[in-house]
């Protein structure tokens, strides 16, 4: 599943080989994180293509947050300014755990009652 979490991710993201550097152990993660927010009674391979895909989102997201985060956001030289653009990856981190919540335990909080 690993291979194909990466191949996905690498898809995605338009990402050519030898330029995956770093993108495997996000994969690895995000697979992780998965695993831990996945209902106990439903196996990876229950929910197999949407749980890859959403696991290539969330490794792709924090691989592209990463690189963003080592790159200069404007450079000049002379009279020319480069400046790169507003892009935002935690979009698709978003739109993984919407893809995959019918599998994932729910993560909320409420107050039942408040005593004063």
Avoid: H
């Avoid at 550097?21 to 697979?31: D, I, V």
């Avoid at 197999?48 to 956001?73: N, V």
Wanted: glycine letters at 6%; hydrophobic letters at 40%.
């Amino acid at each position: 599943m690993e291979e194909e979490i990466l191949a996905l991710a690498m898809e995605l993201g338009g990402i050519k080989e030898g330029e995956e550097q770093g993108l495997l152990l996000c994969c690895r993660l995000a697979r992780e994180e998965l695993d831990r927010k996945r209902k106990p009674e439903i196996l990876p391979e229950d929910c197999a293509p949407i749980f890859s895909l959403a696991a290539a989102k969330i490794g792709l997201c924090d691989w592209l947050i990463l690189r963003q985060a080592s790159e200069p956001e404007r450079f000049t030289a002379g009279d020319v300014t480069v400046e790169r653009g507003k892009g935002d990856p935690s979009l698709l981190r978003r739109q993984a755990l919407e893809q995959l919540a019918p599998y994932l335990k729910r993560n909320t909080f409420f107050f039942q009652e408040v005593r004063s």
